[in-house]
């Protein structure tokens, strides 16, 4: 059974970093597609970045480009998202995600719940 377990999470001030990290067991990263999502409350998800499974093609949601870096180890089957800058609207639940998408960005920006989802690290930015 696909696992995905994200950690990293906490509580920081703004202009803080914060480094996630996600785990996967029994997929392969070299098929798929990999990215974080996030959900705030009374807010809709959000595809903050997502990057591809063969050359590395990357894409950042416009609220976080400049800030936020992903990155993956296939050889560890693991994605990280450096995360540098806070501010307290990156406040939310942080969700890694697996997936088949022809780009990161249609996986980033998509609506469905398909793929594999983690259980989501809380990250808080608040002084």
């Known amino acids: 059974q696909v696992q995905l377990v994200e950690s990293g999470g906490g509580l920081v001030q703004p202009g803080g970093s914060l480094r996630l990290s996600c785990a996967a067991s029994?997929?392969?990263?070299?098929?798929?597609?990999v990215g974080w999502f996030r959900q705030a409350p009374g807010k809709e998800r959000e595809g903050v970045s997502c990057?591809?499974?063969?050359?590395?093609?990357?894409y950042y949601a416009d609220s976080v480009k400049g800030r936020f870096t992903i990155s993956r180890d296939n050889a560890k089957n693991a994605v990280y998202l450096q995360m540098n800058s806070l501010k307290p609207e990156d406040t939310a639940v942080y969700y890694c995600?697996?997936?088949?998408?022809?780009?990161?960005?249609?996986?980033?920006?998509?609506?469905?719940?398909?793929?594999?989802w983690g259980q989501g690290t809380q990250v808080t930015v608040s002084s």
């Open positions: 029994d997929v392969s990263f070299n098929y798929y597609s």
């Open positions: 990057i591809s499974s063969s050359d590395g093609t990357t």
């Open positions: 995600v697996v997936d088949i998408y022809p780009t990161p960005q249609a996986m980033c920006l998509k609506t469905q719940d398909t793929g594999f």
